[in-house]
């Protein structure tokens, strides 16, 4: 069974940066189309960025310039670099593999 571990997650001061990664067991990684979502309180899980397996990627329009998706394909990882953070980017973040979902980690911006 193939399990998502979110990992980078944390408390940031308004501006700074974090990198969040996705790592996945098993093989199946490099095939599969990977995402981010976020979901803040009291609101619904929105897209943040995607990436196919060949490396085109998407972002949501609101966080283009800011976020940056990559991936790793011989180490079956995923990362979130967030750039300018502001506290309306706290949420929980998940990555997605195919239809699978990790358990999601939090980042709070605040000062």
């Known amino acids: 069974q193939v399990q998502l571990v979110e990992s980078g997650g944390g408390l940031v001061q308004p501006g700074g940066s974090l990198r969040l990664s996705c790592a996945a067991s098993?093989?199946?990684?490099?095939?599969?189309?990977m995402g981010w979502y976020r979901q803040a309180p009291g609101k619904q899980r929105e897209f943040v960025a995607a990436?196919?397996?060949?490396?085109?990627?998407a972002y949501a329009d609101s966080l283009k310039g800011r976020f940056t998706i990559s991936r790793d394909n011989v180490k079956n990882t995923g990362y979130l670099q967030m750039n300018s953070l502001k506290p309306e980017d706290t949420a929980v973040y998940y990555c997605k593999l195919s239809t699978l979902w990790g358990q999601g980690t939090q980042v709070t911006v605040s000062s």
């Open positions: 098993g093989s199946i990684f490099s095939s599969y189309r």
């Open positions: 990436i196919t397996a060949s490396g085109t990627t």
